[in-house]
């Protein structure tokens, strides 16, 4: 019997919990949007969140934002990256990483990936050695960590700022430490897709005083910087606030507001995340063309994606397999595409950056497939998906065939 097709949504993110909706609208109802628009004695939501994510977080600081890629852009600026600097960045990522590098006018120089989808280390250092670059925006993508204990120390040793693209990995761990807590800065999505859901927006934490002042005059706080939740003392700003520029790209009430329950749920949805990917993981080892990311023990994932390569698979296999599925309601991501599809881009589209070679990562991307798991998925739905995706590749490769 033919397996049925999938009808579920990949796109399709749960509602916003009914204790975000209330707040939001609480916040609607006081008139009061702009985070410095405060009742005497009142607290802002933007403060609240802060406060609540960098405890959370277990960071000193956390700044409100309106974008992740506003917290790269800051965070980048914050860090002393100025016009005609190189960047290092991981080629493996998504368009706002060598956006927010573009943006404060920086060059991005992308370094390879391995076949675990992570920052090759080898490459890094040649990179770093022949750019001059003194900053490393590394960007988790997909959420697959590297080894951080060795990247740390290869930064040190490098003398690299070490700025952490945390979108795919806001809750994950490297031997028991956050990510985002590595470097001088973390930077977090709470876009629709991300692990927290406020339509657009973002948190950038640190530990650093001097830089999180920087940070926070630039994200567009006027004069009013003691009205953060987890920021440095005004003394911090005595002089950064007339150095520093107001960029505006502030966090708003209405969106701190319903980010507060679902920080308080977030570990609950990683669990579900997890059992969700690891599911589909489980039934995609069984099939030998298929090949997993390694994911080594001291990582503790957040599953909210899942990806695979069928190393076999030339051009026209990869095209069919995504159009077979794409039939039964399976909608896969392919990084091997020429021209940009939807979301997904690589290097080759990012013309603004000057044309490197990339050769290895090139070959990675070639094969590799991509999926989101939103949480609207049930198990049920997960295990059909890993029925369909094992059917059409083996039947595509069939001298894997079981
Ligand atoms: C989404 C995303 C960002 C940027 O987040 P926005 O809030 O959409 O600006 C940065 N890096 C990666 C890897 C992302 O997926």
């Given at each position: 019997m033919p397996l049925p097709s999938f009808t579920g949504s990949f796109t399709q993110q749960p509602p916003i919990p009914d204790a975000g909706i209330e707040a939001a609208v609480a916040v609607m109802r006081s008139g009061?949007?702009?985070?410095?628009?405060?009742?005497?004695g009142e607290d802002s939501e933007a403060m609240a969140l802060e406060r609540a994510y960098a405890s959370w977080q277990g960071a000193r600081y956390c700044l409100a934002v309106a974008s992740g890629g506003q917290a790269m852009q800051i965070a980048l600026r914050a860090a002393?990256?100025?016009?005609g600097d190189a960047v290092l960045t991981n080629?493996?990522?998504?368009?706002p990483v060598p956006g927010a590098v573009a943006a404060v006018g920086g060059q991005p120089v992308f370094v390879e990936i391995t076949g675990d989808l992570v920052i090759d280390f080898d490459d890094l250092l040649r990179k770093a050695e022949g750019s001059g670059a003194r900053v490393l925006l590394l960007s988790h993508m997909r959420g697959h960590l590297c080894d951080m204990d060795r990247l740390t120390r290869l930064a040190a040793d490098l003398r690299l700022t070490v700025i952490e693209d945390c979108a795919h990995t806001m809750g994950a761990l490297w031997n028991g430490r956050r990510?985002?807590?590595?470097?001088?800065a973390g930077c977090f999505s709470t876009q629709t897709?991300?692990?927290?859901?406020?339509?657009e927006g973002g948190l950038l934490t640190s530990d650093d005083a001097d830089f999180m002042a920087r940070a926070t005059i630039l994200s567009g706080s006027y004069m009013l910087?003691?009205?953060?939740?987890?920021?440095?003392?005004?003394?911090?700003?005595?002089q950064i606030r007339l150095e520093t520029p107001n960029t505006s790209a502030r966090m708003d009430n209405v969106r701190a507001a319903m980010l507060l329950p679902q920080l308080a749920a977030l570990d609950t949805s990683i669990a579900a995340w997890n059992e969700r990917h690891d599911l589909i993981a489980a039934s995609l080892a069984r099939c030998p063309a298929i090949v997993l990311p390694n994911r080594p023990a001291a990582e503790r994932y957040v599953g909210s994606s899942l990806q695979f390569r069928?190393?076999?698979?030339d051009e026209s296999q990869a095209r069919e397999l995504l159009a077979r599925l794409a039939a039964v309601g399976v909608e896969l991501k392919w990084f091997g595409a020429a021209q940009p599809v939807g979301f997904t881009s690589t290097h080759k589209s990012w013309r603004y950056a000057r044309a490197q070679g990339l050769p290895r990562t090139d070959s990675i991307l070639s094969t590799l497939f991509d999926m989101r798991l939103p949480l609207t998925f049930s198990l049920d739905d997960c295990a059909l998906i890993g029925e369909h995706i094992v059917a059409e590749v083996s039947a595509l490769a069939p001298r894997h065939a079981a």
């Open positions: 009061r949007l702009h985070r410095y628009n405060m009742a005497p002393g990256v100025a016009p080629a493996f990522t998504l368009a990510s985002g807590n590595f470097g001088l897709y991300k692990h927290m859901n406020s339509g910087y003691a009205r953060h939740g987890a920021g440095p003392d005004p003394r911090m700003f005595d069928v190393p076999d698979f």
